[in-house]
Nanobody, 128 residues
Framework: QEQLVESGGGLVQAGGSLRLSCTAS????????MGWFRQTPGKEREFVAA????????KYANSVKGRITISRDKDKNTMFLQINSLKPEDTAVYYC?????????????????????WGQGIQVTVSS
């Protein structure tokens, strides 16, 4: 069964850094674009970053650009999200996702509808 599992979350002080990982199992996601979203209670899941199948192209939400780097290791079927200069407003449940049919250049890559597979989510809490 295909599965995406996030790890690396937790409690971090403002100004600190964190690296989230998303490990895929059950199938190879090397031919999938992948992305990160985050969600806080009462709000819709919002796009954070996406990376192309090859890993050569990336896209970021304006709210995190400059502080976040998305990357992937196709050999290890793993994707990463490095978050620097963490702010309390970064507190959220972070989800990784894989998209079989939507490429990095399409606007749908920034929407939840563009993805076929989702992880269960991992909590990131930033204390002030």
């Amino acid at each position: 069964q295909e599965q995406l599992v996030e790890s690396g979350g937790g409690l971090v002080q403002a100004g600190g850094s964190l690296r989230l990982s998303c490990t895929a199992s059950g199938r190879t996601f090397s031919n999938y674009a992948m992305g990160w979203f985050r969600q806080t209670p009462g709000k819709e899941r919002e796009f954070v970053a996406a990376i192309s199948k090859s890993g050569g192209s990336t896209k970021y939400a304006n709210s995190v650009k400059g502080r976040i780097t998305i990357s992937r290791d196709k050999d290890k079927n793993t994707m990463f999200l490095q978050i620097n200069s963490l702010k309390p407003e970064d507190t959220a449940v972070y989800y990784c996702a894989a998209s079989r049919f939507v490429g990095i250049t399409l606007p749908e890559i920034t929407t939840t509808n563009g993805y076929n597979y989702w992880g269960q989510g991992i909590q990131v809490t930033v204390s002030s």
